[in-house]
Every structure is written in C-alpha cells, then in structure tokens.
Nanobody, 127 residues
Framework: QVQLVESGGGLVQAGASLSVSCAFYGGTFTHYSMAWFRQAPGQEREFVAA????????WYADSVEGRFTISRDNSRNTVDLDMNDLKPEDTAVYYC????????????????????WGQGTQVTVSS
C-alpha cells in the first residue's frame, strides 16, 4: 500500500523561498511518476509540477515555470518541490501524488490520473 507523507510547508513573505518534501512508502519508488498539485480555498486542485519515472522528464504549470523545481532522490524515496520567488497567489495546500502508469504530459498533469495522494501541507505567502 503506497503512502505519501508531505512536510515542509509554512508561512513566508512574498519573494521568499521554501521547499516541501514528500516521503514515499510501501512500493518501489523508482517505478512511480511523481507530481505536485495544489488547492487554494474555494478553488479546484491544480497541477504544479511532475516528473516521469521512465526518463526523468519534468513538466511545470505556466504559473510556476522558472520559479519552482521538482526533483527526486531515489536513494531516500523522496520528491521535493523547491519554490523560489513565492507570490501570494502561490498560497495553497500542496499535495504530493504518485502513479505507476502515468508517464506522458497529459497523464501527469491530470488530477484524475493519480491513484495515490498525500494528506497535503499548507504553504502561505504573505504580501
């Protein structure tokens, strides 16, 4: 049974940097594509960043391109999201997701595709 546990959220000021991390348990980490999604109050969950397990391809939402970086450490079974130049509109609960079949851009950017989800970690950016 795959379990995902996020950590590292918090309250920061606009322009600051913050990293969130996701620990993966209960499966073969190298066989899973990983992604980050976020959900702001009153809004739908949206794609942020993803990384395919097959070739390491990475995709980002336009709103975070150039500011956020997704990376994985296969020796520690973790996936990180490094966030720079944070903006108030980045405020949301950030969720880690994993799937063993999703590999394409279309699949990895869709909330419906992912089978496994973490509980989320709050990121708040003050102006």
């Amino acid at each position: 049974q795959v379990q995902l546990v996020e950590s590292g959220g918090g309250l920061v000021q606009a322009g600051a940097s913050l990293s969130v991390s996701c620990a993966f348990y209960g499966g073969t980490f190298t066989h899973y594509s990983m992604a980050w999604f976020r959900q702001a109050p009153g809004q739908e969950r949206e794609f942020v960043a993803a990384m395919s397990y097959t070739d390491g391809s990475r995709w980002y939402a336009d709103s975070v391109e150039g500011r956020f970086t997704i990376s994985r450490d296969n020796s520690r079974n973790t996936v990180d999201l490094d966030m720079n130049d944070l903006k108030p509109e980045d405020t949301a609960v950030y969720y880690c997701a994993a799937d063993s079949w999703a590999t394409s851009h279309r699949q990895l950017t869709s909330t419906a595709r992912f089978k496994h989800w973490g509980q989320g970690t709050q990121v708040t950016v003050s102006s």
